[in-house]
């Protein structure tokens, strides 16, 4: 059930118990790829996700679908044109009240849908405390990290110009994604005894890139769609469980 498009009477007609929250970020992906990479993934992944879990359930079990919010921790592109960015304060507090909303409405659990690493510990404390307060039983669920892909993830790289290209091709930049490839880093960051000595993405990576975009298909887009739904689907029946215990 998207909230979005749902007057008040259908949720309170649904009572659904399990909500999902994408959370994404407006930041640059190099040249070739859209600053609402993050956001449109994490939208796709918990799209795709709460139809499966729905299937799954023979529409027994309605899911609470927040619009997504779409910007994060992404600090670290501020020398890229476009890029927005909140402190992790002001990211915990929005995610966290927005769960809250949820909870209000006797949704007892609640998936935090991620598409951008720089969300990642800001959401492992959030979801923490949601459930550490009886708030709800919370985990937050980053697309990249479940998925069985051979192309790495990078930045404005293989694995997020795949997702793309499968879910929104049109916003892809072709004619640019050669000269994207060529002035990308090859890793994240500039490592010096194990220490990140660099900060922001502009002291190792000209363009804004890391990683091929060129080794992200389309074909390999959809199969990490397939993989992240999935994969959604189990974090979900897994939270419900709990609310039961």
Do not use: C, K
């Amino acid at each position: 059930m998207d909230l979005a498009d749902a007057t008040w009477t259908d949720v309170r007609e649904a009572d659904p118990v399990v909500g999902v929250v994408p959370v994404g970020s407006t930041e640059q992906h190099g040249p070739h790829a859209p600053l609402g990479t993050d956001a449109i993934a994490a939208e796709a992944v918990a799209e795709a996700g709460v139809e499966a879990y729905e299937r799954e359930h023979d529409g027994e079990a309605p899911v609470a679908l927040a619009p997504t919010i779409p910007v994060g921790v992404a600090e670290e592109h501020r020398a890229f044109a476009g890029t927005l960015w909140v402190s992790p304060d002001t990211f915990r507090a929005y995610v966290r009240e927005t769960a809250e909303s949820l909870a209000s409405h006797g949704v007892d659990a609640v998936v935090v849908v991620n598409g951008h690493g720089g969300n990642v510990d800001a959401l492992r404390e959030v979801t923490a405390r949601l459930s550490r307060d009886g708030t709800a039983v919370a985990a937050a669920f980053t697309w990249f990290d479940v998925v069985d892909a051979d192309v790495p993830m990078g930045h404005g790289g293989g694995r997020e110009t795949a997702l793309l290209r499968h879910v929104a091709p049109h916003l892809v930049r072709e004619d640019r994604v050669e000269g994207a490839a060529e002035g990308a880093s090859e890793r994240w960051g500039d490592w010096v005894a194990g220490v990140n000595v660099a900060h922001d993405t502009d002291a190792f990576s000209a363009n804004g890139v890391v990683g091929d975009p060129r080794d992200g298909d389309a074909a390999t887009g959809e199969a990490m769609l397939d993989d992240a739904a999935d994969a959604l689907v189990r974090v979900l029946d897994a939270l419900v469980e709990r609310t039961s215990n």
